[in-house]
């Protein structure tokens, strides 16, 4: 398996830091991305791409279906403010072009595999679970910053984006509609180039047919969209019985006491500690 190197257009660039799909060269929709498929050094995770060829008819297809399952469904509320947000039951939807997007989902699960996974098994590279759902934003609508890593017992490896429709965008408007990746990884950028060398964003810039791969517990959130026209995602999570994921949990929320009295929270605390150093043993710090 051989990476293409990061071009202008997709690399995390500190000054810019925008990725838009580039043209690709035409070959059949079904094949393996090979080496048009694309990793994006981003702090110290690796988010990789492509986009898929020859899609517009499929795109069609997925956006009827999306269209008519919104339609006749409430959808759930998660990450998202306003617009809709379908069940996690992609897989269920019984639609020739829902099973033509699932079979590049599990090409791209094999090639992420062989991108990332020293010496795979070939029982690695099949027998993914994928759980998918559909997103639809309209003007105004957007998703807060969020992960996919899931819960204790459900925690997934990888996640992924497939873009539909990008609902026109809006020239005159920063960052209308994108995708927004955040590195948390405290790995320092070029400080020359950024105020904050500690703070970094991937800006993925919607485009019909582009999939974007990326480690479940990366946050990442959606700007507002800014026309009437649907913007049309599909979301997936990756998750494999021969992988084991560590354990990955987020800090404890503040407590009503540190959100209302952090003052005199602090006093206390230090008061802990130095109790605890006089009788240790006696005063948890």
């Known amino acids: 398996m051989r990476l293409r190197a990061p071009d202008a257009t997709s690399r995390a660039d500190p000054s810019g830091n925008r990725m838009k799909a580039s043209p690709r060269p035409a070959s059949s929709s079904s094949a393996a991305p090979e080496s048009r498929m694309e990793l994006i ?5 690796p ?18 279906v999306v269209l008519a399952k919104m339609a006749g469904s409430q ?9 809709w947000h379908s069940e996690r039951d992609l897989a269920t939807w019984e639609d020739p072009a829902i099973a033509t997007l699932l079979e590049r989902v599990r090409t791209m699960a094999r090639e992420l595999v062989a991108a990332t996974v020293s010496s795979p098994g070939s029982e690695h590279l099949d027998g993914w679970q994928i ?5 639809v934003n309209t003007r105004g609508a957007l998703n807060k910053s969020h992960h996919h890593a899931g819960g204790r017992t459900n925690r997934n490896l990888w996640s992924g984006i497939y873009y539909v429709d990008d609902g026109g965008l809006a020239a005159d408007v920063r960052d209308a509609g994108v995708t927004k990746f955040e590195d948390r990884s405290g790995v320092p950028k070029e400080i020359l180039r950024c105020p904050n060398p500690f703070e970094r964003e991937l800006t993925v810039v919607p485009t019909p047919g582009l999939m974007v791969c990326f480690p479940a517990t990366l946050r990442h959130y959606v700007c507002p969209h800014p026309t009437g026209a649907a913007r049309i995602t599909i979301a997936f999570n990756l998750k494999h019985p021969g992988f084991v994921i560590p354990r990955y949990a987020e800090p404890d929320p503040p407590t009503f006491l540190w959100r209302n009295l952090r003052g005199p929270m602090l006093v206390a605390s230090r008061a802990r500690r130095a109790l605890g150093r006089w009788w240790p043993g006696s005063w948890r710090s």
């Open 75 to 83: 959808g759930l509320v998660d990450s998202n403010e306003g617009g």
């Open 47 to 64: 988010v990789l791409r492509y986009l898929w060829p020859e899609s517009d008819e499929l795109n069609a297809a997925l956006r009827r």
């Open 131 to 135: 759980e998918g759902w559909a997103n």
């Open 41 to 45: 050094e981003f702090g110290a995770v």
